[in-house]
């Protein structure tokens, strides 16, 4: 078997795409922000946050089927499973497709209870109501549109995935612009026009994202759509590989004899239905406690008015641009660490052990970087890009009062979060990333934000809790990989 490459190169060829791809959707959202904020005011903003948050948390509960199925897919590849790699492909498409309308008829549902609980303003309602709608029809083409990212980056087609999604915030880029700068609407029709432009290049993403995943399987695997027979031995030790595949000793070697026995002995459980759903349950719990973290903040800074749910809206971009970039190493961290793992499993060297313990260093140490580095940035440019997001005197009041500084605070330790998040998930640490997730939410954020709302009173107490539920899913990570993991590879060894 080959040895998984983890020098600086192989990292930086993963994660500078993933970091396109990741960051590309926010940096969209980021900008659509930034023009509500000019052309349509606070009130605009305010109901663009309450109105996407709900729908991002409707959404995400599902993002399992883009974490997941990449260190499902990645581990299939790693083991040269290509049975159980095309199962997994199909079933994430069928879950998203289905996840897509239950997510949809959910937003249809709850539209006028959300906004009772929002307490949204009439001014803020004008805008917002209209924009809803647009957001009901989008949702299932954002979950398949999720699965189908899982997929290919599973498949390590990174660059593909990077242009896919690149492609679609560029497209909506444009369609934005034409919008505001092309005066395509006035103050109430803005936010909905805007939707438009979302739904459309949504469709386009989807249609060629499923002929991606048709063309593009992983490095020597037949086309998904290949007729061809599989050499395939009836009995439970042996593993079914296309007869064509056996041929070929490039980086992706097969793993032949006793040693593909023990692969599939250890992925038996995963060619199931069952097998599949159990990971990804825990990634939903983990996933609709996170969002709802996201959802409970936005119903807490809209009770404290119009401005302070402008500001939300703009710190909450703000927040997740840096964690999107640094999710590039996560990505990284995630492929190249669920391939170092089965190999660790059928070898009786410590070389694989070593190599995990460099790339997971390697990618913290990036994760850190890029959070020091954009923390400062936040400090020093804070009146030009608070400028560019408002100009609304309550608002910028608002966001100078100890949030900026907040904001600025935490970003290493956002970043370093994301970045085990993707080490958690090469390790199969399914179950352990939903229980931390869990305390935290339940210890942690709940009474700090029941605090920022009844004590504090103010936005950056709502942020306050943010960061504490961040330090413990930080934690957790922290002893997973560097006690845990670490220490079954030296036992292994």
Known sequence: MSRVAVEWGAILEIAIPSVFLNA???????????????YGGSDMQAGFGAVATTA????????FLTDGVSAKLGKNAGAADWVSLRKHVKLALICGLAGGALACSTLAVLKHPITILLNLQPEVLRGATPYWWVRVAITPLVLVNMSISGVLQGFNRVTAATMLISGQALLEIAGTLVVFLG????????LRNMGLVTLASAFVSTCVGLLLVKLLPPPMTPALDDRQELLIVEDSTSTSLPADVLLHTDEEALVVGPVAAKADSDTSNDNSLMGFLSDGASMLIRSALLQATFFIALAVASRMGTAALAAHQIVAQLWLLTSYVTDGFAVAGTVLGSRLSHQRLNSTSSSETRSLQV???????SGLAIGTLCGIGF???????????????????ILHNHLWSLLCVV???NSLVFVYDGLLYASQSFAFTCN????????VFCPMITVAQYTIKALWGVWVAKAALNLCRLLGGMYRIHIWWFQTAATLD
């Open 436 to 443: 931390v997730m869990l305390v935290g939410f339940c210890l």
């Open 24 to 38: 590309a959707p926010n940096v969209t959202v980021t900008l659509q922000t930034a023009l509500l904020g000019s």
């Open 411 to 413: 970003q290493p330790l």
């Open 56 to 63: 991002n948390t409707v959404c995400f509960l599902f993002n």
């Open 359 to 365: 790339l997971c260093n390697r990618v913290l140490l």
């Open 379 to 397: 400090f020093v440019a804070e009146d030009w890009l608070i400028s560019l997001f408002t100009k609304a005197d309550v608002t910028i009041d």
């Open 183 to 190: 005066g395509l609407g006035s103050h109430e029709t803005y």
